[in-house]
């Protein structure tokens, strides 16, 4: 796989706490994704980032925010988990936005 | 706009018989075509992409699938199953004129081998 590392890999807390997921790439990717993945869903996009700085909303970006001060990191923020929030949360990384992407191994959160 | 439809939840089959996953998809444009492959409590995994180069795209682990423009299908096949490959499979799309829009999954398939 592309390098991908996730953390934390799994992660209980409590409605209405801060959350913050953490992917890292050492593929010097320009693209990286928060994928949420739910049974019967497939996995759905939350937001996306195109470059340092640069990102852009998803079909489910409510309740979350993202930054990327660096190529190799893209933080997923929760500002306040809720239990719909409960999830299986997939980073990945591409070269280029219509291309192959590569996973992370995904972090496991759940809001109680 | 772009979707993907996988036409069954659960495939079950004999180790030693063929598997076939349905796949049709929705696309305004010429679409890039992905199947990925999630092992329990794993990442996804690509198996194959089909990018316009050959309507009939060989992947990883003896799986192959075949783009039919004219049935907007692109359906997953493998002539003869292994246990290893119980695992949920995903039918992905991407449009190659919206840069950025990632990925459109299918809801999935999960494929049962029993000996």
């Known amino acids: 796989d592309a390098g991908i590392t996730q953390s934390p890999r799994h992660k209980v807390t409590e409605t209405g706490t801060p959350v913050t997921l953490r992917c890292h790439q050492t593929?010097?990717?320009?693209?990286m994704y928060w994928y949420r993945q739910d049974p019967g869903h497939g996995l759905r996009l939350i937001h996306y980032s195109y470059g340092v700085k640069d990102t852009d909303k998803g079909e489910v970006s409510d309740g979350y925010s993202v930054s990327r001060s660096k190529t190799e990191d893209f933080l997923l923020t929760l500002e306040s988990a809720t239990s719909s929030q409960t999830s299986v949360y997939f980073c990945a990384t591409g070269t280029s936005g219509t291309d192959t992407q590569y996973f992370g191994p995904g972090t496991r959160l759940t809001v109680l | 706009a772009q979707s993907v439809t996988q036409l069954d939840s659960h495939v079950s089959v004999s180790e030693g018989t063929p598997v076939l996953l349905r796949c049709n998809y929705s696309s305004s444009y010429s679409p890039s075509l992905f199947w990925y492959v999630q092992h329990p409590n794993k990442g996804l995994q690509l198996l194959l992409k089909y990018t316009s180069a050959a309507t009939l795209v060989k992947g990883i682990n003896g799986f192959e699938a075949e783009f039919k423009k004219s049935e907007t299908s692109f359906h997953l096949t493998k002539p003869s199953a292994h246990m290893s490959d119980a695992a949920e499979y995903f039918c992905v799309v991407s449009d190659k004129q919206q840069a950025g829009t990632a990925l459109i999954f299918g809801k999935g398939t999960t494929l049962s081998v029993s000996s």
């Open positions: 593929e010097n990717h320009r693209y």
